[in-house]
């Protein structure tokens, strides 16, 4: 057994009908099997050197800018021997006059989760933090909250797509001592940038859901703590050859999106009954190519959740391909090997070089009607309930936070859940305070336990406020929008809707009932603006299906009566009348 087994027990799963609005399905992706493949192939292409994996010599012929910048520097350097201390020491001027310096700053602190606002915010950082299974307390949350106060109206903190914090307005030369103060309340930022694992996803309701298949807070945990060496930093898998997305399930909701993860932990018992997972393997977003994760005809059990997890990491690590960064991403390499070959390579680096084939008996209830975890609902724990609460397009101000802060010690356990849709959940609630709650101004005044129905599922990227890659502002106009569109129908039902800012789809607007991805197009004057294509279809759950384009390069202003019309004509909204538009 692995030094990173553990043993858990699991609940009893608990089906319920399914009565959700569904597109036809899709069919589903899968991996091409490789009929005709060379030997050397599966030879690795990096090697372990001084305590850090680089790519062999041989293998160096057209590989892309951000793996020579790697190879000129070990970018876990900058946290393993402190290079961050002499880098925070020095000028802009100073570190813009070497490229090695200047690199520093825009690729290798992405390794400490440190990224460059170059374009709109010159000389400003947004830092991104592990949060396993979106999990945080009432110390961690004052702790971020004073770090962007300093900042003023350039610092403010965003929940993103992955049940992360991040935050904005960091300054280089205040970097060394944020860090340390991560630290002191069981923070990192390390790995979560660049060719490294990202947050791992689990239940933002786990251990509290009357219905939940399995606890997922124990495996994420440890997935984080093995992913970065309990913060310390593991260079075994600080040098892939792209980003890797992973996710545990335990919820019959699959509010953790496991079809977008390049590995995803799906619950199932064996022939003797014993629990473990079930594997996908391969989801992925890019602007060239988008994929959900197929099967890897694999089960683990629960004790090899770690094992699991490194051998893929490993495989993907020693046989990926470096040189066109739109074709690097995991799924590529399972296309090239072919399915049963990639799991045969996954296979010799277990532990004992086997891998039992998937389960029949998976635990997650395929007819299932997805819940909304907005609103006050009943816990597991007799008289306990939790609060989920909209936080518009997860935008978040540090008076904000130390109210939050607040809120989860006065009335809850000290504890906040970060979910993916970009909303928090207050836990532990004893149900003779819910009244005191909900009457709190922050409740009543923007974080509504029950905003409308098209505001509760949207979610919006950062957009060019921020992000130098963002085509669009995206967050402000996603909320006018939406307002705007709730002036005209009116739904019966949530309708996910997403922005994201550019092709790189941080929004994620594929898995969304309509999307919207940021471009440059022309209005009715042949005037340049900005636009987005609309897409279209997008489903999560168990019959999971990527959305497709709608219509492309509709002008932003242009987009509310065609929204309100496809909510009409797909989605059963209803126009209103003239005395509610204007009530």
């Known amino acids: 057994m692995s030094s990173f087994s553990v043993r858990f027990l699991t609940p009893p799963s608990i089906s319920r009908p399914n009565n959700t609005w569904k597109l036809p399905a899709a069919t589903p992706s899968l991996a ?5 493949l060379d030997a050397s192939r599966l030879d690795p292409r990096v090697e372990e050197k001084d305590g850090y994996w680089v790519l062999k010599e041989e293998y ?11 190879i000129q520097k070990e970018p876990m350097k900058l946290f393993m021997e402190g290079g961050i201390n002499d880098l ?8 813009e006059s070497s490229k090695l310096t200047k690199d520093d700053i825009d690729v290798r602190l992405k390794w400490l989760g440190l990224f460059h606002r170059r374009k709109h915010h010159y000389g400003r950082f947004m830092m991104r933090l592990k949060l ?28 993103t797509t992955r049940q992360n914090w991040q935050i904005r307005g960091v300054v280089l030369s205040d970097v060394p001592e944020i860090l340390k103060g991560l630290a002191e309340v069981g923070l990192t930022s390390l790995q979560s940038g660049m060719d490294n694992v990202r947050n791992p996803v689990g239940n933002p309701l786990a251990g509290i859901d009357p219905h939940e298949i399995v606890d997922t807070r124990p495996y994420t945990n440890l997935l984080s703590q093995f992913i970065t060496a309990n913060s310390l930093g593991n260079t075994t898998i600080t040098n892939l050859p792209r980003k890797w997305n992973v996710c545990v ?12 993860n390049d590995l995803a932990y799906m619950p199932a018992k064996n022939e003797e009954g014993r629990f473990g997972f079930n594997l996908l393997v391969g989801g992925f977003f890019s602007p060239k190519r988008c994929a959900e994760a197929v099967p890897l005809d694999a089960w683990v059990p629960a004790d090899d959740v770690i094992p699991l997890c490194k051998a893929v990491l490993e495989t993907y690590r020693d046989l990926g391909t470096r040189g066109n960064r739109q074709k690097t991403r995991m799924m590529w390499l399972i296309d090239e090997l072919g399915i049963e070959v990639f799991r045969s390579e996954v296979e010799k680096r277990m532990p004992v070089k086997k891998l039992e084939r998937a389960s029949k008996e998976e635990l997650v209830q395929t007819q299932w009607e997805r819940r909304d975890i907005l609103g006050v609902h009943p816990q597991k724990q007799q008289g306990l309930s939790y609060v989920g609460i909209h936080i518009p397009v997860g935008r978040i101000q540090a008076d904000e936070m130390d109210e939050l802060a607040r809120i989860s010690d006065e009335y809850g356990s000290g504890e906040l859940r970060l979910t993916v849709e970009q909303n928090i959940i207050i836990p532990n609630v004893d149900n003779s305070k819910l009244d005191a709650l909900l009457k709190e101004p922050l409740l009543k005044q923007k974080f509504s336990p029950e905003p409308s129905i098209l505001m509760k599922t949207l979610v919006a990227c950062t957009g060019n406020q921020f992000c130098g890659q963002a085509i669009i502002e995206t967050k402000a106009r996603a909320l006018k929008v939406t307002e705007e569109v709730e002036r005209l129908v009116a739904v019966a039902k949530p309708v996910r809707m997403h922005w994201t800012g550019c092709p790189n789809t941080c929004g994620q607007v594929q898995v969304a009932d309509i999307g919207f991805m940021g471009c440059m197009t022309r209005d009715e004057n042949g005037k340049v603006v900005e636009g987005a294509d609309i897409f279209l279809g997008g489903r999560i759950g168990s019959d999971s299906h990527l959305a497709e384009v709608y219509k492309k390069g509709v002008p932003c202003k242009d987009l509310v009566p065609i929204v309100a019309d496809i909510l009409v004509k797909y989605f059963g909204a209803v126009q209103r009348n003239r005395e509610e538009v204007d009530d």
């Open 88 to 95: 925070a020491n020095m000028s802009l001027e100073d570190i």
């Open 249 to 260: 399930i335990g919820s019959h909701d699959l509010f953790e999106h496991p079809h977008i």
């Open 60 to 70: 160096r012929a057209g590989i892309n800018p951000q793996e020579k910048i790697k």
């Open 132 to 159: 396993p299974n979106g999990v945080t307390t009432s110390a961690q949350t004052r702790y971020l909250a004073s770090v962007i106060r300093k900042y003023g109206k350039d610092g403010c903190a965003d929940v």
């Open 32 to 36: 091409p099997l490789s009929t005709q």
